[in-house]
């Protein structure tokens, strides 16, 4: 069936570092790519999403870059702050990534 | 404008017992869409609906699991007969229904505790 990995499932960086969390994708018919955000017993809340026709979209200290090719794509976020600190998913569709837990340590 | 909402926020019953979960989207949204998240992992999708119709359902447990979204009234998950295993955070999320890609915008859960 359908899968997103994502990598890696813990991250830790100085505040003002970059992070960035990787997904793959394995269905090729997938275009829409949104990244979610959780704290700690809230519900996801969506940060930034690209849609195929595109390979890079930015918001701010946030951004998302998709190869269709390699069925791949990643979100970067620079400038990181402590309130950075959550579990961040990506999805393919309606398939999402396991996760990964940013900690930003001030 | 109010986001989704999602009734009860924590539900606990025992085995053997039903789980009725209540999902209302969006205004204006009439698309609907159940998740599963177990503790400290990812979102499992479930199902997928719009009024009156079951779009794809391909996540959703073969047996004592089913969902609905009439005319009227909120989405309805339910579970029968629940087992310790389905202990879980049950996030449904809603979209315009405009496109096949439209941003979905999540519930803040219900937490279903079976004892």
């Known amino acids: 069936g359908e899968n997103v990995e994502q990598h890696p499932s813990t991250l830790s960086v100085q505040e003002g570092d970059s992070a960035v969390i990787k997904c793959t994708y394995s269905?090729?018919?997938?275009?829409?790519f949104p990244w979610y955000k959780q704290e700690l017993g809230k519900r996801p809340q969506l940060i930034i999403d690209i849609r195929s026709n595109v390979g890079e979209k930015k918001d701010q200290r946030i951004a998302v870059t998709l190869n269709k090719t390699a069925k791949h794509f990643s979100l970067h976020i620079t400038e990181t702050q402590p309130e950075d600190s959550a579990v961040y998913f990506c999805a393919a569709q309606l398939i999402f990534g396991q996760g990964t837990e940013l900690s930003v340590k001030p | 404008n109010a986001g989704v909402m999602q009734n009860p926020r924590h539900l606990v019953r025992r085995r053997g017992q039903e789980a009725r979960l209540r999902c209302s989207p969006m205004k204006g949204h009439s698309h609907v869409y159940w998740y599963r998240q177990l503790p400290e992992e990812g979102l499992k999708f479930m199902v997928y609906l719009q009024k009156e119709n079951i779009i794809d359902e391909s996540g959703m447990p073969k047996e004592r699991f089913s969902a609905e979204f009439p005319k009227e009234g909120p989405s309805i998950l339910r579970i029968q007969q629940v087992v310790r295993g389905d202990s879980a955070a049950y996030f449904c999320?809603?979209?315009?229904?405009?496109?096949?890609?439209?941003?979905?915008?999540f519930g803040p859960g219900t937490r279903l505790t079976v004892l």
């Open positions: 999320a809603s979209s315009p229904g405009l496109a096949e890609t439209d941003t979905q915008y």
């Open positions: 269905d090729s018919a997938s275009n829409y």
